[in-house]
């Protein structure tokens, strides 16, 4: 292991009806909410009347901010900023996912000086301080609910920011599984790309003795590849969806990397991907990653894809190279996000030839050098966009 | 799963010359500090000497209280208590392992009251302040690091009781693997027992799905298998303290179980045989934990038993019944606690017949029924304590 300092104050507050805690965690901080979600699905699905009832019971004044969308836009966070500001909010709700969630945590730093977010977010200046954010999971996937990271993107410059501040770590969050249930299938099968992506990219690494943490990142990857397919068909199945909700915050709250820095270069492709085109960040991810695996896969690092091949994947060695075996997992994760139903070409989201170059400039212009487990470039960056056509 | 609450704000800092870190993290607190410790071999092998060069550096004004013992007394804690009153002290820096941690925690609440700190740890009163704390490990065990418990020992009343309060989380636990390297062969074997014990008492509940716990369980208690006798042989070997340090932590920072409590029987049991005879706490529970688990098993609750003994212990299941394969199982972890030389019996430790009832009318004041897998009584207690002779 690497030296490592792990700290995450986030208080889970996880299970059937535990929205019943919120009146009592908010009633600290204050009495002006600032409600933040996205497409007012929880309008429909009864969410957004239950969580008033209970912010009625400690006579919050509520403020809504809505249409947070996907990949959240540096627009939409200044907006809610400046409503922040007019409205004097003492605490921000998150209600959504990654997007909203991660929206608020720059909310949160944003509000709270003059400086503009974008500075915060690429560091020119540093936030000294933020409102205090709670979270009401609706999708699991990107466990923005239990680390202080966020990624918002600037249209104006077409770049997609991955950043974290201490002050960003939300105080609580609250997790019914039962509140994923009208999730839609394609959302959910992205979810389990997005949380295996996120086991993934913490996987590949190259220090040394981490037996427990590459156990715990097997047994997440294990059981969405076991209960995934099930939960597709069943999508009111508590136990399928209370055990995504809990993999999708285990694999996002520092824990799985205790010790070593995962590799991320597939996230950052993405990134650049999705500057260019507003493609769902999952999807990109489950066409992307299996290709960077095959790109960086060669015979003098095969040990940690054989491990997943035969420890996921139950992928047999007899007989087999390491190399063989690790190839072998890969096209055993293709299969399974294929038979889930995520796309596998960047061509099924009308991405052609004639993007690669302005992708590849992002990418190079976003980072010129990136990836941990293996060092990539710009060219690298265009073969796995050309095999991911 | 059950409804959970998880919330854990101790700022873990991991790994080699960590120890840099204690003057940032203290100087937020105060100048004068009282440092806690055992009896005296931090003065042997060097890190009482690293740690005063630290606070050093930040001028801190340092009181010793040495000598705290294990399985800590009341009468321990009091003193160090009043010593903090009289100094006026800031902040309470623990170095050693569970026992230190444990009363440094008491003190803490202690000090900041003029009730009796052993009616705040039996809960007549509730305390509503504490004095921060800091830790240095030197012993991988108890994981009291990172979580809010303590155990401590009243001889008054020959009552050892477990407690814990919101108050009582550790602000940082600095964990230098390289610090437990001069911990004696036989103090190794039982924090090797007393971690495993540990996951075991998580490991059996009547919670419905929980697989990925389940993983991390065994995935700790695999590894401490394969290790630990290595270790043995090998006591500098930096990889083998380094995962038995983080696997202390995780065997009770409250992650491996998350959604549902464990059993906790055979530490209630122990505490009750160590009220008595005040004996190692891991030598009492490498007695009796084999013993609980052969009094509970039975044909209705074989699942757990028989998980454990097929991914843990390797158990093959071919051609035998779920109870016999729980039974080998049960064998399996008896002779590997053997083979790392922890006591087997009772009379280890001079603990005969004469004692059994004595030991079985303690268990049964501090708790009528006990054990959340399978409630006990009084006869049970002494059923287990006689296997266990």
Not at 37 to 54: P, Q, R, V, W
Not at 94 to 107: L, M
Not at 246 to 266: F, H, Q
Request: proline share 4%.
């Amino acid at each position: 292991m690497d030296n490592f300092t792990f700290h995450n104050p986030v208080k889970l507050i996880f299970g059937k009806d535990q929205l019943a805690a919120l009146p009592g965690e908010i009633s600290t901080y204050g009495k002006k909410v600032l409600l933040l979600y996205g497409g007012g699905s929880i309008k429909k699905n009864g969410i957004y009347d239950a969580i008033m009832e209970e912010l009625g019971k400690i006579n919050a004044e509520t403020v809504e901010f809505s249409g947070i969308e996907p990949n959240p836009k540096l627009s939409t966070v200044r907006q809610a900023v400046d409503r922040c500001k007019q409205e004097k909010i003492d605490f921000l709700l998150a209600v959504g996912g990654g997007s909203v969630i991660d929206a608020a945590k720059a909310v949160a730093i944003g509000a709270k000086t003059d400086t503009d977010v974008w500075d915060l977010i690429t560091k020119k200046e540093r936030p000294t301080d933020a409102l205090p954010c709670g979270t009401i999971v609706t999708i699991a996937s990107a466990g923005s609910e239990m680390n202080a990271s966020s990624v918002i993107t600037n249209w104006e410059t077409k770049e997609k920011r991955g950043w974290a501040s201490s002050f960003t770590y939300p105080k609580f969050s609250i997790l019914d599984p039962t509140f994923t249930y009208s999730v839609p299938r394609e959302q959910t099968a992205f979810g389990i790309v997005d949380i295996m992506a996120h086991v993934l990219e913490n996987y590949f690494h190259h220090a040394s003795n981490t037996p427990v943490q590459d156990g715990l990142c097997e047994t997440i990857l294990k059981d969405l590849v076991k209960t995934g397919p099930g939960l597709l068909h069943d999508p009111e199945n508590y136990q399928y969806r209370e055990t995504m909700m809990l993999n999708a915050v285990l694999a996002r709250n520092g824990m799985l990397n205790m010790g070593y820095k995962g590799d991320w270069a597939t996230h950052d492709l993405e990134h650049a991907v999705s500057a260019i085109h507003d493609i769902p960040h999952a999807g990109g991810i489950a066409i992307l990653f299996p290709n960077w695996m095959k790109h960086v896969l060669d015979e003098t690092n095969t040990e940690r894809f054989a491990q997943l091949a035969v420890r996921v994947f139950e992928v047999s060695s007899e007989g087999k190279s390491d190399y063989d075996v690790a190839l072998a997992g890969i096209n055993q994760l293709r299969a399974f996000w294929n038979r889930i139903g995520t796309p596998e070409k960047l061509s099924d989201y009308g991405i052609t030839e004639n993007d690669m170059e302005a992708i590849a400039d992002k990418s190079a212009a976003a980072k010129p050098e990136y990836g941990k487990f293996k060092k990539l470039t710009r060219q690298d960056s265009l073969r796995i966009l050309r095999a991911s056509l």
